[in-house]
């Protein structure tokens, strides 16, 4: 009989560490900063790396209300962390948060960097209107900013 195996702890820690150096005295600063975000109950981690062309956007996930059917689709209320990394070293990368109905935000991820979802909401605004309410990410796409590139993609949920 297969034992299956549940309910790890996911441990995300960020440091920040800077070294301002004055040019003409000892009066240097310095800032440092430590952020651990812990995710309980994590049963399922994906984690991809894509070659993506410098062409047409790719869908990396399609977040819904049901069980997942397929490899990246998941169940909306489980996602508890997505990680997309840019692995180039000077090529940007845009993530496009899309939902079913009006609201899509992109956000380019430079080289070499990071961006971090904890939540599967987005909203977005053209015309400069207030601040609404949240509507649910249904998709993520990536698309190569200006040439090819190589992206990790890390995603876990509660089930």
Known sequence: MATRITGGTLT??????????????????????TITKTFASIDNLEKRVLNLPNTNQVQIAELGTTAAADLGTYKRSTVAYIRITNLDDTNGVAVILEDNGADTAALLVDADSTLLLTDTQVEAFTDGSAFSGWSDIDK???KAASANVQVEV????TE
């Open 140 to 142: 993520i796409f990536l």
């Open 12 to 33: 995300v820690t960020i440091t920040e560490s800077l070294i301002m150096t004055h040019a003409t005295s000892a009066d240097n600063r310095t800032h440092s900063q």
């Open 154 to 157: 890390v995603i876990a949920t």
